[in-house]
């Protein structure tokens, strides 16, 4: 066996800490559901935009073969192959071809609309069971959760009498999510964008925002609870960083780059929080960025230069498919091995599950093999940095042996 073939083989191998995702839509699910889910698009246009992308040609190569078609069947034979073999078959194969045995869920978005932990973890660990080729394939899939701070702010408010009532009550809440979380995310990114004041708010400086938001919440109806307000998502950060010095959970993830449509791309550059990062260095607290595309590279320089600071390149590598190569190098640029992470931000639909993380194999094994065979580095070496990116840097970051129970 070359050293390359070894290398692909341990990869393929590898099971996987996917260290942020969502949950995925409940049954029925429609042709305009599944083709609306798999991209980041308000809207799917037709089955041309899906499948004539790189995203598409990774569907066809990689989750085919899971539905039993060949590689590369067209989209007619695929989406007649889904809806043959129903919504619990179709699901516990593409999970179950992933290799993922951990998930970290954020249910922040549209969770009314999504399986509960415990349906994701039965189907996921069923389609694991199938799974006989990879390390802790007879073990359960288990799931964990990841409590989105403006959300949880948004519903302390909806309930909330006064602006110091939420002061009030968000501490309880919060303390409430934190006992079953392993970690928090903010989407400051979306809410105004990253460059936040990076001094921690005052008790006063909180309790205005609160007055304030809570005031207009009430004027303008459901829809102004939404919170934009920076104090209070500059709180809640502190808080969740805070959290590491107290021996909490104390991993704030932070949304950063290529997102959904109302994502301003120039506020999510992550360097705009270099700042917060320089102050946050003493709280004790973790900071993983996520996703990062098109700013890896800055981000893997964060995580050079602070100790706090983790990235992965997540929601990107399924959709650039083919390309993936470059995110991952990107990832690798200056970053040490030991926090860079593996996620795929899957949400809605198990085909981005299996993408996530069947790209990211397909394109680390590219990477790391020019590694061995061009610049001499050791395969066996290769394949523990491979191991670090698919699970054990998890464990590290989150204080966690997720693949032990």
């Given at each position: ?134 390390a802790g394939a007879a073990g359960d899939v ?88 920076p104090v209070i998502i500059r709180h809640l ?103 860079v992470l593996f996620s795929t931000d899957a ?59």
């Open positions: 066996m070359t050293a390359n073939a070894e290398l692909a083989r341990a990869i393929d191998a590898m099971p996987l800490i996917d260290h942020h995702a969502h949950s995925l839509l409940r049954p029925p699910l429609a042709e305009r559901d599944l083709l609306d889910a798999l991209t980041q698009a308000e809207h799917a246009t037709d089955h041309a935009a899906i499948f004539d992308s790189q995203l598409g040609f990774a569907l066809r190569r990689f989750c085919a073969p899971a539905l039993g078609l060949p590689p590369f069947a067209d989209a007619a034979e695929y989406l007649a192959a889904r809806e043959r073999l129903g919504f619990d078959e179709a699901t516990r194969r593409l999970l179950g071809a992933s290799g993922i045995r951990t998930y970290l869920i954020d249910d922040g978005h549209a969770p009314d609309r999504l399986l509960s932990d415990a349906q994701l973890a039965e189907l996921a660990s069923e389609g694991a069971g199938a799974d006989g080729d990879r288990r799931v964990h959760r990841i409590v989105r701070l403006e959300r949880l702010a948004e519903s302390v408010m909806s309930d909330a009498a006064s602006g110091a009532d939420f002061v009030d009550r968000l501490p309880v809440a919060l303390e409430a999510a934190a006992a079953s979380a392993v970690g928090f995310k903010t989407v400051a990114a979306y809410r105004g964008g990253l460059a936040l004041d990076p001094a921690k708010p005052s008790p006063a400086e909180l309790a205005e925002a609160a007055e304030a938001w809570h005031a207009a919440s009430r004027r303008g109806g459901a829809a102004s609870v939404r919170l934009v307000d950060a502190w808080w969740a960083l805070e959290r590491g010095d107290a021996g909490g959970p104390g991993v704030l993830q932070v949304h950063v780059g290529f997102g959904d449509p109302d994502l301003r791309l120039d506020r999510a550059d992550p360097f705009l929080l270099q700042p917060f990062i320089a102050a946050t260095q003493a709280t004790g607290g973790r900071i993983a960025l996520l996703h990062c595309h098109p700013y890896l590279r800055e981000a893997s320089m964060l995580a050079h230069l602070f100790p706090h600071v983790f990235l992965d390149a997540g929601l990107a590598v399924a959709h650039v498919g083919a390309n993936a190569d470059t995110l991952v190098r990107e990832s690798l640029d200056l970053a040490p091995f030991s926090k949400w809605g639909v198990p085909e981005r599950v299996l993408l996530g993380a069947a790209v990211w194999r397909d394109a680390t094994t590219r990477v790391l093999g020019s590694y061995v065979a061009e610049h001499g580095w050791p395969v066996d070496e290769a394949i523990r940095v491979a191991e670090l990116i698919a699970w054990r840097n998890a464990d590290a970051l989150y204080g966690r042996s997720f693949l032990e129970g």
